[in-house]
């Protein structure tokens, strides 16, 4: 079952790369254009010299960024893929589809919304290279520890829910969440190497489309996911002999 689940993870992430693809192109792919001609003529002003293409714009924007999105999208759909099948049967009553779109939701938060707060993206004309590191290291701790405190605060409300009921224990989870998120973000070094100079709203726009991508991403994962999962006859054999056994 776990091998036929993670075919199909793969085969949703795949079609949400492919979509979100699109999206980059349409929504993305401008952002980006402007922010490296800002780049170019700023370094023109003061006299340096232009730096040699080592992979063409048009061949990053097009089979490069449809190639990381596509293998992004396809490792991801594998990932979700095995969490769902070790929640199924554990997370209460759900049906199939909803617990996919549930899931879905916890890893947007987890992985895009928290660290994006700390650590928001930036136009590949932003940043010093020698930094690369370092802020790189940064944001994948904080996915790691939003991730954890995620599965922490899961097990809060199951503990609270039995005491309290299940939307309170809800409520308890949550806070918990976010006050561990918020202490932790507060404790993280500050990275800010946008220069004043920079345009806002150019700015605005590149994040709202680095968030939009990732919408898409996660959207079409999960209901894709849920959707084909639903339909599968494997699916609804385990089904009938889980409703058997209880």
């Known amino acids: 079952m776990v091998g036929k689940l993670l075919v199909r993870g793969m085969l949703a992430g795949i079609v949400a790369g492919l979509l979100t693809f699109a999206f980059a192109r349409i929504v993305g792919e401008p952002q980006v254009d402007q922010a490296i001609s800002l780049e170019e003529k700023a370094a023109a002003a003061r006299g340096e010299a232009p730096e040699p293409e080592i992979v063409s714009r048009e061949t990053q924007a097009g089979l490069g960024l449809l190639t990381g999105v596509v ?29 996919s779109a549930w899931l879905a939701l916890g890893a947007f938060i987890s992985v895009v919304v928290v660290p994006n707060i700390k650590y928001p993206a930036n136009p590949p004309s932003i940043g010093d290279p020698e930094t690369i590191g370092t802020r790189t290291g940064l944001f994948f ?33 949550g806070l918990v969440f ?5 202490a932790v973000q507060l404790s993280m070094p500050v990275i800010n190497e946008v220069p004043a100079t920079f345009p806002a709203v150019l700015l605005w ?18 209901l894709l996911f849920g959707a084909i999962v639903e339909r599968s006859a494997f699916m609804r054999t385990n089904a009938r002999v889980t409703m058997k056994s209880a």
């Open 205 to 222: 726009k590149f994040r709202v489309a680095a968030i939009g991508m990732q919408v898409v991403m996660w959207t079409t994962i999960g």
């Open 141 to 173: 701790l904080m996915i790691a520890i939003s991730l954890a405190t995620m599965v922490f605060s899961l097990k809060v409300r199951r503990r609270a829910a039995a005491k309290l009921g299940a939307w309170n224990g809800s409520i308890v989870a």
């Open 71 to 99: 293998t992004y999208g396809a490792a991801f759909g594998g990932l979700f893929s095995l969490v769902f099948a070790y929640a199924y049967g554990r997370a209460g009553m759900l049906s199939v589809r909803a617990l």
């Open 178 to 182: 976010v006050v561990i998120i918020a």
